[in-house]
């Protein structure tokens, strides 16, 4: 399992998404005096100083573990190259639909707390988000390779 390239990549893609579990930013909403940060456990208020919860977002908390579950299960099913294959290829989609939607919310979301000015800050935990997606893409290559190489093998049978 480990000789393959493949369990590197799934395994680099599980830590960047992983990591996003330990609270570090996505993007924050800033204003003249107020800020409101976007992480995987919600969207915090920040009023002069004062930190305050006020969306608690469950759901981007659960898809996050979720998507990790789902990466260790397709690590796992080495041996069953044809589920690995439709299973990566699910868990692309899947991320690019997540990384699609925090790029939707990140331009739209201003709007929703700010009628004014206001700025927009990306953290750490975006980069690490969109940090797995190639991670996840390679892994799909690799595991393409591989069954192509197990069903050259097999015509020579």
């Known amino acids: 399992m480990i000789q393959r390239v493949q369990t590197i990549y799934i395994f680099l893609a599980m830590l960047c998404i992983g990591a996003t579990c330990t ?20 969207i915090t208020s920040i009023i002069n100083g004062a930190t305050t919860e006020i969306y608690k977002s469950i759901p981007i908390y659960l898809s996050v573990i979720g998507m990790c579950l789902f990466m260790f299960m397709t690590l796992m099913s080495y041996k069953k190259i044809e589920r690995q294959l439709k299973w990566i290829r699910s868990l692309t989609f899947l991320y690019l639909l997540l990384i699609i939607a925090s790029m939707v919310y990140y331009y739209v979301g201003g709007q929703m707390f700010f009628k004014g000015e206001f700025t927009r800050e990306l953290g750490l935990g ?32």
Do not use: M, T, W
């Not at 975006?126 to 197990?150: E, H, R, T």
């Open 126 to 157: 975006y980069a690490l988000l969109v940090a797995g997606f190639p991670f996840c893409f390679l892994a799909q290559l690799g595991i393409k390779k591989d069954k192509k190489l197990l069903d050259s093998l097999n015509r020579l049978r």
């Open 23 to 42: 609270g570090v930013e996505f993007f924050r909403f800033v204003h003249s005096d107020s800020a409101f940060s976007f992480n995987v456990f919600g």
